[in-house]
């Protein structure tokens, strides 16, 4: 597998505090890493870094080749948009909107006409066992549903990589599992890399790769 995501020697300082100090990190394309670490220890804000939402203070990210601080504005936002997903704790899905509609939205982004996205949607919908809820508003699912449909619109446009913040981590137990086990069985079917942050080493035990984050360090790298 060849990389898709690389950082080399990533700081990321908010004023005088230092949230990530050197960070080395690599993706292969269909990899699942895991990086893990307690509140405060700098794991999300390399995540942002990962993901081009937050520009690293020094060092580099590179995805698929390209360094995410050379793009413009509008091409990083269009890469964000098309090749890659995201997975956040609380779903943040749009409560005015249908299970289909929230996760076609990706699609319509992109320029997909309605009817098209709507039945790529109910497909994904479908195999993560959502398929009786199409037309349900957000606001009326249970935390294990909302979570499911924040992995279908995460994976519906086949991203190259999906960025995944704590996504179980608002679930019990028996839900945490099941979401996570159809969520990166679907993006492993699909060859989809995912980078999720966690605090859970049981979470983390699924990854391929597993690195470990203290006080803005990236420290210890262990295959799966």
């Known amino acids: ?33 895991a990086i ?23 060092g580099t990210v590179t995805f698929d080749g390209t360094q995410l601080s050379a793009l413009p504005d509008g091409e990083l936002s269009a890469l964000r948009r098309t090749r890659l997903g995201f ?5 943040e899905l749009l409560p005015e909107l249908t299970v289909e509609e929230n996760t076609a939205l990706p699609l319509r982004l992109a320029g997909i006409s309605k009817d098209h996205a709507h039945v790529m949607a109910a497909h994904i919908l479908k195999r993560l066992g959502m398929g009786d809820l199409l037309r349900r ?58 980078v999720i942050v966690t605090h859970d080493a049981d979470v983390a035990a699924k990854a391929d790769s597993q690195y470990a984050m203290s006080d803005g360090a990236l420290i210890q790298r262990v295959s799966a």
């Open 1 to 33: 597998m060849d990389v898709i995501l690389r950082a080399e020697g990533v700081d990321l300082s908010y004023g005088t505090y230092q949230a990530v100090s050197g960070a080395d990190f690599t993706l292969k394309r269909g990899e699942v890493a």
């Open 36 to 58: 893990t670490g307690s509140s405060g220890s700098g794991k999300s804000s390399l995540l942002y870094c990962l993901a081009g939402v937050l520009p690293p203070t020094s």
């Open 137 to 194: 508003r957000t606001s009326k699912l249970s935390g294990g549903q909302s979570q499911r449909v924040a992995v279908a619109r995460a994976l519906v446009h086949r991203p190259d990589v999906v960025f995944a913040d704590e996504p179980t981590g608002a679930l019990d137990s028996a839900n945490a599992e099941a979401v996570l086990k159809e969520f990166l069985w679907l993006a492993r079917s699909q060859k989809t890399a995912v």
């Open 87 to 91: 997975v956040f704790q609380y779903g």
